[in-house]
């Protein structure tokens, strides 16, 4: 028997909608579950097999917390603004609004297709401006206190999308993550948002949130926390000084020479006649340059002389100052002391340029390379001689901070979060610039910064909100006069660092979100979504939230107690992608199997956070599985009509085939509960269908029984594959439906114990026979039974037996001769 998915999904798909089964009560925080996935980007290509194996699976996760009364809260929107919609509007002249909001609609119709327990009630989209109003109110807030601000700097740039990206947003090698172009570096003014300050917190709380290792630790890389000493070099015949940090101040009697970043602000000041064409020539030639490549250990070290020196502090030797790519603004103070003796880079330089090397940690014995970076007596180091590096650092660091010219210093390779973007589809930056009064914040009531609709989006090097007159010229709040708001939009990752709380309550209109609800249900209790979040979104979203909870908007510490990432569904061992033509379309396999089977299978085909590859071969399987399971159900139709069973029953009171039975449901209520509790959908599936096998005995039960068994399995089903779940739990004659009133079956403990065991029988070592004894049978029982086995009897055929090995409850193993 076919199961009629086309009937039965959408029908039960209504019934939840008109009876508002998945209608949060927020109020009630008792047994609250707080279950999210990343929201959705509405491109183009809709819903895909990737959000389909984010959000599916997850649900079964809340649907199966549900069903042990968890009070779930399941909310799902759009991530509506960003490059893709305007790069698609440059392309085909359809603007993003308008491109954005048809595929909402069509992306809505897949997503209540899917049969996710989603309240809509909390459906919210990013680029309604009733959201983004919040976007620059905490903008203004972060400015309030000094966390957003504007400077000038060196930024990343990507010359195919025509905008800054943020740090987080270059890719290992260089290029956009977006587009996968070559980033440059230009200097621009840009808003930055202070994550920086909260460095220590990002980094320290990683111990108290239960999130993969790999994502935690790629966080604290790219927070790179080092400890060290700030040290102050003075330059020599100047009144200027030159700060530095070091990871390592025992070997500051080992500095012998500096080296400053091209960009930094003093390396103007510094040079001398005689080599400032050398220098300026320098600076041009590696103004394009991205950090990799001035950073990369291959490539060969540049450098010049700015005829500057700088006095060594320790023992006022009069050491070079040269410039260098290698060295970076954006780390440390953009400046180094150069120890060639232990560096493997200063090293390097110093051999190019024929700089003196001293090493200041003897290597031992056998060392026979160049720079020595291990631990060992210190040498030629005056006062630290003889100390090993530990004790070495703080002598150094004592002796620095009595003499007033270095301290202890924590430094961190984060840097602040770059928020402007030359794009149109974002959010406006709330700042007036005015001639007179300089950046004037907008007024929050004058919030929210409506962004105009008419714009020019072709790139034309300028952002394209500069193209709209009547949105950029203003008059100032300040003084009445001219004044320009700024052209620039907020990147979107600002926009989905807070939208968990929004979702609380979405049309709230006089504060972003519900103080009261964020207390009760934040931080979330399950987040999944792609790890390749693990430094953007997931590092913005934790800043952002420590900042609302110190402006007390919420009591968390942290958005996302719990957090899982799936893995990726490829096709034939390749990654899906428009380019190569591969990618699977879900409705076309939900059209021909429905959606049930669809997330079965995804589910079924391996590890969830490790993914699988896509094979259409093996969802007829699945398909069997779900025919089989509603086959069943229709024999049994209306089973449970006037019979009320127990919680459990004596198992010794059953028949055989009720006992086996009755042992196998309870086992694989317990099985699916730790596979389902720990995300692994496949075993607890593969569980399921086990369970089916084991229904061929079920005619043989009693009815109460047989109703005990497909009660249980019904509800077990539900989770996995709801809109089945709740037809079969129908036919069986129940008067509610399983959401409606969630119920769940604990195991019955005395059921899950074994109490026989299947031997193998061998002969020569080739298994011949299985018997069935009680358990922890000796071996005279056994023998007793294997040699009256008539397969046994036919294999020895009279033949002399010369050894018998026994392992208990498991093979008894004669040889014959
Ligand atoms: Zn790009
Ligand atoms: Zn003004």
């Known amino acids: 028997m076919r199961y009629p998915f086309a009937e039965i999904e959408p029908k039960w798909r209504k019934f939840w909608e008109e009876k508002e089964v998945y209608r949060t009560d927020l109020n009630k925080a008792d047994k609250k579950l707080y279950s999210l996935v990343m929201f959705i980007y509405p491109s183009g290509a809709r819903l895909h097999i990737g959000h389909w194996y984010n959000y599916g699976p997850n649900d079964s ?11 779930v809260f399941e909310p799902i929107g759009y991530d509506a603004f960003g490059l893709p919609a305007e790069n698609y509007a440059i392309k085909t002249g359809i603007h993003p609004y308008d491109s954005t909001i048809q595929n909402i609609n069509e992306i809505r119709i897949q997503l209540k297709n899917m049969g996710c327990m989603y309240d809509w009630d909390a459906e919210l989209m990013t680029c309604a401006p009733e959201y983004y109003k919040w976007n620059q109110w905490l903008f203004l807030q972060l400015y309030k206190k000094g966390l957003a601000y504007r400077k000038n700097a060196p930024v990343n740039w990507c010359p195919k999308d025509h905008t800054v990206l943020a740090n987080e947003q270059v890719q290992s090698d260089g290029t956009c993550e977006r587009c996968g172009t070559l980033v440059i570096q230009k200097n621009l003014t840009q808003w930055f948002f202070k994550i920086t300050d909260y460095a220590e917190e990002l980094l320290s709380y990683l111990d108290k949130i239960n999130w993969p290792e790999k994502t935690k630790l790629m966080q604290r890389n790219w927070i790179g926390k080092s400890v060290g000493a700030e040290v102050v070099f003075k330059v020599d015949e100047s009144n200027e000084e030159i700060k530095i940090f070091t990871t390592r101040p025992d070997t500051l009697f080992g500095a012998t020479y500096m080296v400053l970043a091209p960009e930094h602000t003093l390396v103007d000041a510094i040079t ?5 064409a050398a220098v300026n020539q320098y600076k041009d030639s590696i103004k394009s340059m ?3 490549d001035r950073t990369s250990t291959v490539k060969e070290k540049t450098g010049v002389f700015t005829g500057a020196y700088a006095i060594n502090p320790v023992n006022n030797k009069k050491i070079p100052i040269w410039i260098a790519d290698y060295v970076l603004t954006t780390y440390g103070t953009g400046a180094i ?23 200041t940690v003897k290597p031992p014995e056998d060392f026979n390379g160049k720079a020595y970076l291990g631990d060992g007596p210190a040498t030629n180091s005056d006062f630290l001689d003889g100390l090993y590096v530990d004790d070495a650092k703080k002598k150094i660091i004592n002796w620095l901070e009595e003499k007033g010219i270095g301290k202890n210093k924590i430094n961190y390779r984060l840097r602040d979060w770059l928020i402007s973007r030359q794009r149109y589809w974002g959010t406006p930056i709330p700042i007036i610039h005015c001639p007179k ?14 962004l105009p609709y008419e714009v020019g989006f072709r790139p034309s090097g300028e952002s394209p909100l500069e193209s709209n007159k009547d949105f950029i010229n203003v008059k100032c709040p300040k003084c009445n006069g001219e004044a320009k708001r700024d052209a620039d939009t907020m990147d979107t990752f600002v926009d989905s660092s807070w939208y968990y709380f929004r979702y609380l309550n979405p049309r709230i209109n006089n504060a972003p979100f519900d103080r009261q609800l964020a207390d009760k249900w934040t931080p979330i209790d399950m987040y999944v979504g792609g790890a390749e979040h693990a430094v953007m979104h997931l590092l913005y979203a934790r800043f952002i939230h420590k900042f609302l909870r110190d402006l007390g908007w919420t009591n968390s510490d942290e958005p996302f107690a719990n957090l899982i990432h799936q893995g990726t569904i490829t096709n034939q061992g390749t990654k899906m992608s428009k380019s190569k033509n591969n990618i699977v ?3 076309d396999f939900t059209n021909e199997y429905g959606s049930d089977v669809f997330r079965l299978y995804l589910m079924f ?6 993914g699988g590859d896509w094979s259409e071969k093996g969802i007829a399987g699945t398909d069997r599985f779900v025919n089989r399971t509603y086959e069943l159900y229709n024999k049994f139709k209306n089973a449970g009509n006037g019979i009320q069973t127990k919680n459990s029953y004596d198992i010794n009171s059953l028949n055989e085939d009720e006992k086996k039975l009755y042992r196998k449901i309870n086992q694989t209520i317990k099985k699916f509960e730790e596979e389902i509790d720990n995300f692994r959908f496949n075993t607890a599936i593969a569980s399921l269908m086990e369970l089916l096998n084991e229904t061929k005995r079920i005619e043989e039960c009693s009815k109460e029984i047989q109703v005990y068994i497909l009660e249980r399995f019904a509800i077990l089903f539900s989770s996995v594959a709801p809109h089945l779940g709740e037809e079969c739990w129908q036919l069986l004659g129940k008067e509610h439906s399983v959401y409606e009133k969630p119920v769940w079956y604990n195991p019955d403990a005395f059921a899950l114990i074994e109490d026989k065991v299947n031997i193998a029988v061998q002969i020569n070592g080739k298994l011949r026979a299985t018997i069935e004894m009680p358990i922890d049978s000796d071996q005279e029982s056994v023998k007793t039974i294997v040699l009256k086995d008539e397969k046994v009897l036919k294999y020895i055929n009279g033949s002399k037996v010369v050894k018998e090995i026994f392992v208990k409850n498991k093979i008894y193993n004669l040889v014959v001769k």
């Open 61 to 71: 996760w809340a649907r199966y917390k549900k069903l042990k009364g968890f009070n």
């Open 272 to 276: 001398t006649n005689e080599f400032r």
């Open 290 to 292: 991205s950090e990799i």
């Open 337 to 359: 002391m150069a120890v060639p003796g232990q560096d493997e880079r200063d090293w390097e330089f110093a051999e190019k340029f024929n700089l003196p090397i001293v090493r």
């Open 437 to 450: 009064c300089g950046e004037v914040p907008v007024d929050e009531k004058d919030l929210p910064v409506e």
């Open 585 to 587: 379309n879900p409705d």
């Open 605 to 610: 085909m391996g590890p969830y956070d490790l």
